[in-house]
C-alpha cells in the first residue's frame, strides 16, 4: 500500500506562481511514474505533467510547456509541480497521481488551484 499526501495550492492572481508537493510513504520501491492530472468544474480529469522516477524524463500537455515544470526527490519519494505565468483557464483541482510496475495508481486528495483576479 501507498499513502499519498498532497498540499500547495490556492488563490493567484494570473501571472503568479504556485508550487504543489505531493509526497508518498508505504510501499514505494516499485513506483516508476509519477503524473499531476487536474480536473476543472464540469470537465473530465486531464493528464497535465509525467516524469519518469528513473530517468527524470518528462512529458507536458501541450498548454503548459513552458510554465510548468515536475520534478522529483527519489529519496523523499516526492513529486513536485512549479506552476507559473498561472492563467484563468488553469484554475482546476490538481491530482497527483504514482504508477506502480504492476499498474496499480495511487492518488493524493487534490489540492485546488484558483487563477483570479
Known amino acids: 500500500q501507498v499513502q499519498v499526501v498532497e498540499s500547495g495550492g490556492g488563490l493567484v492572481q494570473p501571472g503568479g506562481s504556485l508550487r504543489l508537493s505531493c509526497a508518498a510513504s508505504?510501499?514505494?520501491?516499485?513506483?516508476?511514474?509519477m503524473s499531476w492530472y487536474r480536473q476543472a468544474p464540469g470537465k473530465e480529469r486531464e493528464l497535465v505533467a509525467v516524469?519518469?522516477?528513473?530517468?527524470?524524463?518528462?512529458n507536458y500537455k501541450d498548454s503548459v510547456k513552458g510554465r510548468f515544470t515536475i520534478s522529483r526527490d527519489n529519496a523523499k519519494n516526492t513529486v513536485y509541480l512549479q506552476m507559473n505565468s498561472l492563467k484563468p483557464e488553469d484554475t482546476a483541482v490538481y491530482y497527483c497521481?504514482?504508477?506502480?510496475?504492476?499498474?496499480?495508481?495511487?492518488w493524493g486528495q487534490g489540492a485546488q488551484v484558483t487563477v483570479s483576479s
Open positions: 516524469i519518469s522516477s528513473a530517468s527524470g524524463s518528462t
Open positions: 508505504g510501499s514505494t520501491f516499485n513506483i516508476y511514474k
Open positions: 497521481n504514482y504508477l506502480q510496475t504492476n499498474g496499480v495508481n495511487y
